[in-house]
Nanobody, 121 residues
């Protein structure tokens, strides 16, 4: 059974950075499609970035140039480096696994519990 745990969230000021981590157990992330998602209060969950099993990446438009997703297959951890954060990006950030290389949450079957990111102005 796949189990995902996010960490690294916290509070930063606008323009600051955070690095999130997603630790996986019960599977080998090198063979999975894995994605980062976020959900602001009262809004729908949206895709941030996805990495496939050969290292290919896809980012949402808002993430390009500011966010970087990476994987450490030896440690079974996926990361999300977020720079130049804005207050409107506050919310819960989740990682998830999929069998499809997509930014659509409907294709993802296993989710972590999320980590809170708060960006203050």
């Amino acid at each position: 059974q796949v189990h995902l745990v996010e960490s690294g969230g916290g509070s930063v000021q606008a323009g600051g950075s955070l690095k999130l981590a997603c630790s996986a157990s019960g599977t080998t992330i090198s063979i999975m499609y894995m994605g980062w998602f976020r959900q602001a209060l009262g809004k729908e969950r949206e895709g941030v970035a996805v990495v496939d099993n050969d290292g290919s990446l896809r980012y949402a438009e808002f993430a390009k140039g500011r966010f970087t997703v990476s994987k450490d297959n030896d440690k079974n951890i996926m990361y999300l480096q977020m720079d130049s954060l804005e207050p409107r990006e506050s919310g819960m950030y989740y990682c998830a696994t999929s069998r499809v290389f997509s930014l659509l949450s409907a294709f993802y079957s296993t989710w972590g519990q999320g980590t809170q990111v708060t960006v203050s102005s």
